[in-house]
């Protein structure tokens, strides 16, 4: 894994790098971002270039430890996570990772240990973490992958150094499930419905996605200011639970995005597979009203997720799509 085969954290990968080829890394670090955005394949390859023997700054890949890193067999990389059946990682966990990180590392230039998801360690192990974050045995080096920093201990998180993961762009999450070996048209179809997470792209089922993408799109097409039943039966057929009703808007988010960019003459789009209907809601109104219902679309997502009711807001949101330019 080298840093190159991460896509969407151009930024963080910069930091890390520049302190690896200033060789002022830290002993413990908060990776902090959503399950599937990256957190862990940018922790290995932060690892695996400190243990390269070829490159000072990233991973040649063909060496022997970027190959044992690669292979998940280096003897001096330690993950921890919740036993199977465990809620929470124990402080027996803890311990057993302190005995080991207090060892001479087997060949690498340090010892380290990943620990996942960092929000679920008991009281008592988080308190014997702190412990080692105190006083770090040798060089090891500990990083925490967390959804929410937030969940940690104010202590553990004030001995860390906290970088944040955004949500994986649509565009890079694409190109990651094709490297996959997804093809192409599954690929535009999973890429904005999975929330930037790679993990939730490979969880969606591909057929319902499409089916569901085919109805919003119908019910678009149909919404009519002069027939108000088609706002609200399509806001009774598109809200659901609080996550579903976000989902739907995550779908409208990306044809309104796509329709953007086709009316500013940018034709490379995400939803490439249903383009004639893409197009249709490029050109039924003028760019800036598409601008303008996009941000509508946000808006109405940000307020279903906090707390705002589903069918009320997407009544709301339809009768503002359906109604005629000014
Ligand atoms: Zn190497």
Do not use: W
């Amino acid at each position: 894994m080298s840093f190159a085969d991460i896509l969407g954290h151009e930024r963080i990968i910069d930091v890390l790098r520049r302190s690896l080829r200033s060789g002022k890394t830290s002993h413990s670090y908060i990776f902090e971002g959503i399950s599937g955005c990256g957190r862990k394949k940018t922790a290995l390859a932060f690892i695996q270039a400190q243990f390269c023997r070829v490159l000072p700054d990233d991973a040649c890949g063909g060496c022997p430890s970027c190959r044992k890193v690669a292979g998940g067999n280096h003897a001096d990389i330690h993950f921890i996570e919740p036993l199977p059946d465990k809620r929470d990682i124990s402080i027996d966990q803890l311990r057993a990772m302190q005995r080991e990180l207090s060892l001479r590392p087997y060949e690498a230039p340090r010892k380290c240990c990943i620990i996942e998801p960092a929000e679920r360690m008991s009281v008592n192990a988080a308190n014997s973490l702190l412990k080692t974050l105190e006083e770090p045995p040798g060089n090891a080096l500990i990083i925490l992958l967390t959804e929410n920093a937030g969940m940690l201990l104010p202590t553990i998180r004030s001995r860390c150094q906290l970088i944040r993961f955004s949500n994986l762009p649509p565009e890079d999450l694409q190109t990651l499930l094709e490297r996959t070996g997804i093809t192409a048209e599954t690929a535009t179809l999973l890429a904005p419905m999975s929330g930037g997470s790679m993990q939730q792209a490979l969880e969606q089922d591909n057929e319902s996605l499409a089916a569901r993408r085919e109805v919003v799109l119908t019910l678009l097409e149909k919404l009519d200011i002069n027939s108000i039943g088609t706002v609200f039966d399509s806001s009774e057929e598109l809200s659901g639970n609080r996550d579903e009703t976000v989902e739907t808007l995550d779908m409208m988010i990306s044809f309104f995005r796509d329709a953007v960019h086709i009316s500013a003459g940018n034709s490379n789009i995400i939803n490439r597979n249903v383009r004639p209907a893409i197009e249709s809601i490029s050109m039924r109104r003028s760019f800036p009203r598409n601008l303008e219902l996009l941000n509508k679309i946000y808006e109405t997502r940000r307020a279903v997720q906090r707390n705002a009711n589903p069918k009320l807001a997407l009544d709301n949101l339809f009768m503002n799509i359906a109604a005629r330019e000014r």
